[in-house]
């Protein structure tokens, strides 16, 4: 995707007539609503400026990039306006803004969208071409030096980097993940370029992590650069030189942070984990790399327990007024447990599985996982066929998704936006259940009852051998899967 197939004719306005940052939204705002590219402009403007409370996004040096990712948007667009005389728009350098870029990401906006976004925040970086866009007359001079400035940047040469043992890495994130979070990004490495300085910078934005530090990445590096606006993994950096400053820092002084990196003037990073916590969590890590399906199982199992914990508290308080007091039949009934039964038992115990298989699933294949997941989870949890159930649902539906990623991954550029608003929770959803229902749920279901008599039984006749069963089915994985199931 490129940027000027978001940057049109008819949301382009050469000349503002606005003099200040509310009205500049609103006719920005007014102008994508008027080309179609909005559901709702109040709905937009509530977006924008949710935005704006955060933190301004006049980011300096004349630049401002209003911005949201929102469900009023039906088309996904950048409007750009230019202000001869300037405009007050809180910039973080006090000077006024001539540049405005709107963008307008739908709420599902894909990975396409979103590096294309990255590579306008890019180009603004550049001193010429933000020159050029200040001297244009017309629309078309306006999208003939955008589109001149997007094919020189897919152009340009990698610069030489020199290898002296000093290596930097950095994150950078923003609350919405669309424009600060590259900017700063970009602004980085093209310094790093000019500096000859090996650099890795890892991004936090709206489609996930990308380009990920790596432990020897960590390990490798003279210094870390966190230019943040929004909480990142920082436990990883424990014994680094970390410099931390807010996400437009990076975009506005990416020299100045990279000469305190290559100085190490920072202070070194200790963590919020004491130091057997980091060595169990570095051994968690290792076991990680050696299983993904146990990875898999445990991204499902860490977010349910919040459910287990929390549910089973409430019940057993509910326990303080009767065994069986939330029962209207029973005469120990009383209103006040039926209520903490209903929210732990009939509310978040119901819960479990669902978001045990959902989050099995979404580790397997990402956010388009998490739908298919849940699904099969409730059928596995009606069905009877439990934490058994609920963890092979996880498992076919992640897996399943996977599948239809590749099956449909030739599709045309134009609709890949339908995959994960459509493709993937129609056709994940429909065979994760058929399959449920049909060939796993009742053999699960048969094999959970089978088990749970056998298990009476026993303990009617030999205690000491149910004693010993159960403290085997415990240690065996100290209250993982099998101890659940």
């Not at 596995?380 to 991954?409: C, D, E, H, T």
């Amino acid at each position: 995707m490129r940027i000027i197939d978001l940057l049109r004719e008819d949301t382009i306005i050469p000349r503002l007539s606005a003099a200040s940052k509310n009205a500049v939204i609103d006719e920005l705002v007014e102008k994508l609503d008027a080309a179609g590219c909005l559901h709702s402009k109040d709905d937009m403007k509530k977006a924008i400026w949710k935005r704006e409370a955060h933190t301004s996004t006049g980011i300096g040096e004349g630049i401002a990039i209003p911005h949201a990712k929102t469900t009023a948007v039906k088309v996904p667009a950048i409007a750009f306006g230019f202000s001869q005389e300037g405009i007050d728009y809180e910039s973080l350098d006090g000077q006024k803004a001539h540049l405005f870029f709107m963008i307008a990401a739908t709420e599902d906006a894909d990975e396409a969208h979103l590096e294309t976004l990255a590579r306008l925040s890019e180009m603004l970086m550049d001193d010429s071409f933000r020159r050029e866009l200040m001297t244009a007359e017309t629309r078309s001079q306006i999208l003939e030096i955008v589109s001149r400035k997007e094919r020189e940047l897919q152009k340009e040469p990698t610069r030489e980097t020199r290898h002296d043992g000093i290596k930097v890495v950095a994150v950078t994130a923003c609350p919405t993940g669309i424009a600060h979070t590259y900017m700063a990004a970009d602004a980085l490495r093209k310094k790093a370029e000019e500096l000859g300085i090996p650099i890795k910078v890892e991004t936090n934005g709206s489609g996930g992590v990308k380009n990920q530090l790596t432990e020897q990445d960590i390990a490798e590096a003279t210094a870390v650069i966190v230019a943040a606006d929004k909480q990142v993994d920082m436990d990883r950096f424990a014994g680094k030189v970390v410099i931390e400053v807010p996400v437009t820092e990076g975009i506005r002084n990416a020299e100045g942070l990279l000469s305190k990196a290559i100085k190490q003037e920072g202070a070194v990073y200790q963590g919020e984990a004491s130091y057997k916590e980091q060595i169990a969590d570095a051994k968690f890590r290792q076991k990680e790399k050696r299983s993904p399906v146990y990875k898999h199982l445990m991204n499902g199992v860490s977010n349910m327990l919040p459910f287990v914990v929390g549910g089973g508290i409430i019940i057993a308080i509910s326990f303080m007024f009767g065994i069986k007091a939330f029962d209207p039949n029973d005469p120990s009934f009383h209103p006040a447990a039926k209520v903490l039964m209903d929210i732990g038992g009939g509310s978040a115990f119901k819960l479990m599985i669902p978001i045990l298989a959902g989050f099995i699933a979404m580790s397997i294949a990402d956010r388009p996982g998490l739908a298919p997941g849940m699904v099969g989870g409730l059928l596995a949890a009606n069905s009877g066929a439990g934490f058994l159930g609920g963890l092979i649902a996880g498992f076919l539906a992640g897996y399943l998704v996977v599948g239809l990623k590749k099956v449909f991954a030739k599709l045309p550029e134009s609709l890949e936006g339908l995959k994960p608003m459509l493709i993937y929770p129609l056709l994940g959803i429909l065979f994760t259940g058929l399959i449920m229902i049909y060939i796993v749920a009742e053999p699960v279901a048969g094999m959970n009852a089978a088990l749970g008599r056998w298990l009476t039984n026993l303990g009617q006749g030999n205690a000491i051998l149910l004693g010993i069963i159960l403290g085997a089915m415990m240690a065996f994985d100290m209250g993982g899967p099998v101890n659940k199931a």
